[in-house]
T-cell receptor
Framework: QQQVKQSPQSLIVQKGGISIINCAYE??????FPWYQQFPGKGPALLIA?????SEKKEGRFTISFNKSAKQFSLHIMDSQPGDSATYFC????????????FGGGTRLMVKP | EAQVTQNPRYLITVTGKKLTVTCSQN?????MSWYRQDPGLGLRQIYY???????DKGDVPEGYKVSRKEKRNFPLILESPSPNQTSLYFC???????FGTGMGIYGYTFGSGTRLTVV
């Protein structure tokens, strides 16, 4: 049973469009929510992260939106580019135990030129 | 260059033949972990280590062993591999104390992965 559910499993977006990936969790002890980006043949790399004391965090074209009451968070990629094509993982960890990440199932994003 | 190095990158073995996947980090990180990645299941934690000689089970520890005799190394041992352990394995390391504490948010540094096939 996955504690962090991620959707969709795959996503195709045109260049310049907005990519949206959603995650939901059940464990109310989670208080750190990172997103990782993985290119083929590479390990995942931290992309952006948020804690539940804010509802949104933006870094360049990447934005995390967080809804604590709904226990959901999402990644928005604005002006999506072919170079954004990768697998994205959401994750969550409990209070002060950020090393113990639970990952979602992953979303394979393809941005078409 | 700060990195996590795993070896080998690819491995094909037969059922029951003991194998070890090595992991080494050069960042003086206290925390190290092993994950396996399977389609649709994301990354699932196998074992983790908070520091030298301190290890604990993750979500899917069955069939695996680890050791942490030195801070930089965290090998993954499969004593008797089975086909259901065919997977992509990642080692990761991080500073201790949890993410997002204090002034910064930091995360795992992952290795490049080991693709293991057990026939």
């Amino acid at each position: 049973q996955q504690q962090v559910k991620q959707s969709p499993q795959s996503l195709i977006v045109q260049k310049g469009g907005i990519s949206i990936i959603n995650c939901a969790y059940e464990n109310t002890a989670f208080d750190y929510f990172p997103w990782y980006q993985q290119f083929p043949g590479k390990g995942p790399a931290l992309l952006i992260a948020i804690r539940p004391d804010v509802s949104e965090k933006k870094e360049g074209r990447f934005t995390i939106s967080f809804n604590k009451s709904a226990k959901q968070f999402s990644l928005h990629i604005m002006d999506s580019q072919p170079g954004d094509s990768a697998t994205y993982f959401c994750a969550a960890s409990p209070n002060n135990a950020g090393n113990m990440l639970t990952f979602g199932g992953g979303t394979r994003l393809m941005v078409k030129p | 260059e700060a990195q996590v190095t795993q070896n080998p990158r690819y491995l094909i073995t037969v059922t029951g033949k003991k194998l070890t996947v090595t992991c080494s980090q050069n960042m003086n990180h206290e925390y190290m972990s092993w994950y396996r990645q399977d389609p649709g299941l994301g990354l699932r934690q196998i074992y983790y280590s908070m520091n030298v000689e301190v290890t604990d089970k993750g979500d899917v520890p069955e069939g695996y062993k680890v050791s942490r005799k030195e801070k930089r190394n965290f090998p993954l041992i499969l004593e008797s591999p089975s086909p259901n352990q065919t997977s992509l394995y990642f080692c990761a390391s991080s500073l201790s104390g949890g993410f997002g504490t204090g002034m910064g948010i930091y995360g795992y540094t992952f290795g490049s992965g080991t693709r293991l096939t057990v026939v």
